[in-house]
């Protein structure tokens, strides 16, 4: 756990320095970009007690993945050794149950008030979150790793330029990204570098028929 952990903390730190190679020194408002997540989250959980609404999991779960890249930039900022924060944060998955007790908007609203009132990221309540949806550890780290490769292809096809159109063959890229992976080992060593030809070969294939 702590290997990956680690893995994920060094993608978040070349991810953040791709944008910006001094991120650190930007101030940017992570607290800020987590709470919006937050918003949208429940939106794709549904809380409208004037209609019908069916919590749609997959959403909910990508929802999560990119609140844990926030929360892993605001982490190393505030910690200056990744490897005591690694440790530590393996301890706290470790210590949590697989699953909680009450309602998963009640541990939602609870977080997002906790990231309002520190203006920071409290992983412990992140874990009892993703207990709360049912999202554990490994799958977690394969989400994790899955969106963060498709961070770098959107960065390096024009993301931050606007030149990059996030559907393809009339479906958004995350829908390309959750089928590629699923035709991948994510136990394998190259799992990131292979997801990232598979959506480049596609993204390819699809914008060459446009």
Not at 41 to 51: A, E, M, V
Not at 72 to 101: C, G, H, R, W, Y
Request: hydrophobic share 40%.
């Amino acid at each position: 756990m702590k290997t990956r952990l680690s893995a994920m903390l060094d993608l978040q730190d070349a991810m953040n320095s791709k944008v910006n190679a001094n991120w650190r020194e930007q101030g940017f408002p992570w607290y800020r970009a987590i709470w919006v997540e937050c918003a949208e989250l429940l939106d794709h959980y549904g809380w409208k007690w004037w209609k019908h609404q069916q919590p749609d999991m997959e959403q909910v779960k990508l929802e999560l993945i990119d609140i844990w890249h926030f929360g892993l930039s605001q982490l190393l900022l505030e910690n200056s050794d990744q490897e005591i924060l690694a440790n530590e944060l393996a301890a706290m998955f470790a210590a949590e149950k697989e699953t909680v007790a009450g309602d998963f908007r009640d541990h939602l609203e609870a977080f997002t008030l906790r990231t309002l009132g520190t203006r920071g990221f409290d992983p412990r309540q992140f874990i009892t979150l993703l207990a709360s949806a049912e999202l554990d550890f490994d799958e977690l780290y394969t989400r994790y790793v899955g969106k963060n490769v498709l961070n770098f292809f959107r960065q390096d096809h024009g993301y931050q330029s606007g030149g990059y159109n996030k559907n393809w063959g009339g479906r958004e890229d995350n829908e390309h990204l959750v089928e590629l992976s699923l035709q991948l080992d994510a136990a394998d060593p190259a799992y990131k570098d292979a997801l990232y030809s598979a959506l480049k070969t596609r993204y390819t294939e699809l914008t060459a028929q446009a």
